[in-house]
């Protein structure tokens, strides 16, 4: 399958298991150090041919096709320069406004860590980043330092972003994060979430940093 096909496969994908609605949403999938495949603005992800993708530059020059490219590749091009002076290439990058994360988001909330074995080894850390204007390089840069330390990240009034080391894998964690949060917004309308016991919380840390540590 050629890149182009991939990333409109798991464009389709993220749109019908509900992670994006409507034209909203963006994807990305690094094919050279200097060339991003991405979506371009105002379609249907779940209906994506792959002549309608872009390839655009780090700087944000557009490289290659008719369409106009997201407007929020911003965000992904200032990710993927952090992840390259980090020395933590990511290759994928997802960005959603699905409902549990930006319910979450809207509340200024994220999830604690130690209450989820999934969301504590399979994402780390899902810092909330403060609210920054959509379309600007502010978001991938409120973002930045945090591109090492996990796979996603929720947005302040926003919604979410997910990353990783192919775009099969940055889906996963966009699924795993939405999957986390509408447990964690069921838990605390019907009670309050009850912690993993302390003494069982390094075995956790443990295996979230061999996974961070791998790119996985
Ligand atoms: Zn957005």
Redesign the pocket.
């Known amino acids: 399958m050629s890149s182009a096909h991939l990333l409109c496969e798991v464009a389709r994908r993220a749109y019908e298991r509900g992670l994006i609605a409507g034209a ?1 949403g963006n994807l990305s999938l690094r094919l050279a150090s200097d060339r991003i495949l991405c979506t371009p603005s105002g379609r249907c992800k779940g209906r994506l041919s792959p002549d309608e993708l872009c390839i655009v530059a780090l700087d944000g020059r557009q490289l290659e096709g008719s369409s106009t490219p997201s407007s ?1 590749i911003r965000l992904h091009l200032a990710l993927y320069r952090a992840a390259d002076a980090a020395r933590h290439p990511i290759v994928s990058i997802v ?1 959603t ?1 699905s409902p549990f994360a930006t319910t979450l988001a809207l509340l200024g909330q994220s999830v604690p860590a130690g209450l989820l074995p999934e969301a504590d080894v399979l994402l780390g850390p899902i810092p909330l980043i403060p609210y920054r204007t ?1 379309g600007t390089d502010a978001v991938g840069e409120a973002v930045a330092p945090h591109v090492a330390r996990g796979f996603t990240a929720i947005l302040a009034n ?2 979410a972003v997910a990353w990783g080391r192919d775009a099969e894998s940055a889906l996963l964690h966009a699924e795993t994060l939405e999957s986390v949060c509408r447990v964690y917004c069921q838990a605390r309308a019907l009670g309050t979430p009850v912690a993993i016991p302390p003494d069982l919380i390094p075995a956790l840390r443990d295996a979230r940093r061999r996974r961070i540590a791998a790119n996985a």
């Open positions: 909203e929020e960005h406004h959509p926003h919604g």
